[in-house]
């Protein structure tokens, strides 16, 4: 086990590492993304209309103190291991598909996936400035941006070919 883990508590560590899934040893940022698109499908099959945009905003603003918290318990500066943020983005990148197309085809999960990752791991258009904000407002911005590049890209190319 990672040692920075042990220096935070419990419910923190559960909410900054998205249930767990940021513990794990390679690429935790990947699996933390792939565990919220995947939770997506389920969530888009019992929500009344399409709210991964309100969600999206709610995970970014309740997670801002406890991405504090574990980075201030820890004492690291933005670790991989907190993967809240790629929750929030990846969740946006959905915010603009009307919900019966989602259930309709999804494999538009995984498309709304890897341009996430494009723009998580990236960081183009801004996207990277956005790192510099202090605290867990620079760990969580910069992939609610990316989520948003990823939203239009998803949507653009959705309603070409779909629609």
């Known amino acids: 086990m990672n040692p920075e883990f042990k220096k935070v508590d419990r419910v923190t560590l559960l909410v900054t590492t998205f249930l767990g ?8 940022g990947t699996y933390g993304s792939l565990l919220a698109a995947a939770v997506a499908y389920p969530l888009a099959l019992v929500l009344p209309f399409n709210l991964f945009s309100l969600l999206s905003l709610l995970v970014f603003f309740a997670a801002i103190p406890f991405v504090n918290k574990a980075m201030a318990q820890s004492k690291t500066k933005d670790p991989g291991w907190i993967v809240i943020d790629e929750v929030s983005g990846q969740w946006l ?6 919900l019966d197309i989602l259930i309709k085809h999804p494999w538009l999960l995984f498309i709304g996936f890897a341009l996430f990752r494009f723009f998580d791991i990236l ?18 911005t910069d992939d609610l941006l990316g989520g948003f590049y990823a939203a239009i890209v998803l949507s653009i190319g959705t309603y070409t070919t779909l629609m």
Request: charged letters at 15%; glycine letters at 12%.
């Open 123 to 140: 960081k183009p258009l801004g996207i990277r400035r956005l790192e510099k904000l202090p605290g867990a407002w620079g760990v969580m």
């Open 93 to 98: 990148a959905f915010a603009f598909l009307p």
């Open 21 to 28: 899934s940021g513990m794990l040893p390679i690429m935790p």
